[in-house]
């Protein structure tokens, strides 16, 4: 598509590059072991600190809970700019697209790191399923400041991270017609079908069956979710299912507001259901107002049959249970 006059400004801001941002402290061993238990990952380097992980990269100068509340010296100008301008012509919905991460060496603790940010690129307007909009990407290159005393005496590169969204017009805006109700989804898109490989066909084909299958391991009766080719616990490759009686508990769970994906009614509250056998899966919650979903709330599994573009297919979703004792 062409471009709208309004966007000449806003592409020739295309290869500015905008000030540093500080990290709020320097690398450092605490952290990272705490980082890599939320992870789950269990190398023992990252539990002693001997080694720090390199995914962390941007961990280091994030804001924190605060927003914008970046450390002294950190640059004021905004480095989305150029999201807010599109933003303000008309396209409000914005979608993480892809993010790259590069490191160059390992860091060690008592680094610290800044970054400075580059607007690497704005695509031509594009009508995507989601909507019409522009692909924007963001390049973020990290720095380690020179310290002589560690034999480093220039700031010296570390990492990039690329970071591209999509800032776009939804198609097919659902709007709510009254508090925590929604019209009816646009009838005409289907909801995506899942990928289905052999590891797990006995799923959706269980619930075809209006069974709820857990895959369990054939040599130490371990169960799993999601399903894999082989136990985590004994790494045996032989297995078997169980059906799950469908109760359980929401663990946990998002309220999905933005963007609008049709056919979704928005917002769609989505849980992380911990079943009575032990395993969770996520899935969609029904019969229950975004506002009052809670975690520990009683749950049953419901089975119900969707247009795909695969044909029709039975999905579970769960719908709160009065709770028994
Ligand atoms: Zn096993």
Redesign the pocket.
Known sequence: MADPDWMKDIRALVGKEYGRVYGWDPVNAPMARQWAELMGLDNPAYADGSAIPAAMLQVWCMEGPQLNHYPPGSTTENPYEALKLIEAHGYPSVVAVNSELEFDRPLNAGERLYYTTRLDAIGEEKATALGTGFFVTLVMTYFSQGDAAAGRAEDGRVGQLLFRVFKFKPANPVKPVADGVTAPAVPKILRPAPGISDDTRFFWEGAKEGKLLIQR??????LRHPPGPS??????FEWDTLQASGRGTVYSFVVMHYPEVPPFEHPNPIGLIELEEGTRLIAQLIGVKPGEVAVGQAVQVEFHTFDTAAGPMALPQFRPVQSVG
């Open positions: 391991c054939k040599s130490c009766g371990t136990c985590p616990q004994c790494h045996s």
